[in-house]
């Protein structure tokens, strides 16, 4: 919504810089990771995601890294535009506990600079 | 492709009414998720119905009720609203109930309770 971006952690970058959205997630047996991007007014998009096998994933643009030893995520942002301006959450599930349930981080503000 | 589409978009009641918003899937998805994201935090899990079926429930208390149609379109209830319920309201479908399936989510229903 248009208040998405009030009261959260903001990272502010010059345009045609990289990204990095940074994302600490809590439970450890979680076995499955997306981003999603929320523009002002609209829903979450989904981005990227990556499976806990894995520790690295590319799509066009964008890279998630994944280090299960720290419970840390990261989405990171090839020649960041301004389209890119939005908050960007990421989001883990654990296939045996929640059933089906997606746990959300509380969002990265990214704002892309001209 | 038409996405997921939710109404009212903007919604104001006063504390203690009750409130309905709707949402209607993209065609062919059976799964359907509720999302309240409050000002400044990321979005809590309200609701998850598949095939007419409620299979899980966040940590709200039971005046947050929904109902899930033989369309697959879907309705979330908020009885005896207090000022807090005040948030975006967001509902996202997936083809299954599969766990990875990835959310598509409609643009929100801004509740606002006075």
């Known amino acids: 919504g248009e208040n998405v971006g009030l009261h959260l952690p903001t990272l502010s970058v010059q345009e045609g810089d990289n990204s990095i959205i940074n994302c600490a997630y809590s439970?450890?047996?979680?076995?499955?990771f997306i981003w999603y991007k929320q523009e002002s007014g609209k829903g979450p998009q989904f981005i990227i995601d990556i499976r806990s096998n894995m520790d690295k994933r590319q799509g066009q643009r964008v890279t998630v890294l994944l280090n299960k030893t720290v419970k840390h995520l990261s989405l990171q942002i090839a020649a960041t535009q301004p389209g890119d301006s939005a908050v960007y959450f990421c989001a883990e599930l654990n296939y045996g506990g929640s059933q089906g349930n997606l746990i959300f981080g509380k969002g990265t503000k990214l704002s892309v600079k001209p | 492709e038409a996405g997921v589409t939710q109404s009212p978009t903007h919604l104001i009641k006063t504390r203690g009414q009750q409130a309905t918003l709707r949402c209607s899937p993209i065609s062919g998805h059976t799964s359907v998720y509720w999302y309240q994201q409050a000002l400044g935090l990321g979005l809590q899990f309200l609701l998850w119905y598949d095939e007419g079926e409620e299979r899980n429930r966040g940590n709200f208390p039971p005046r947050f009720s929904g109902r899930q149609f033989p369309n697959y379109s879907s309705e979330l209830n908020v009885n005896a609203l207090e000022l807090e319920d005040s948030a975006l309201y967001l509902c996202a479908s997936s083809p299954t109930g599969f766990p990875t399936d990835t959310q598509y989510f409609g643009p929100g229903t801004r509740l606002t309770v006075l």
């Open positions: 439970n450890s047996a979680s076995d499955y």
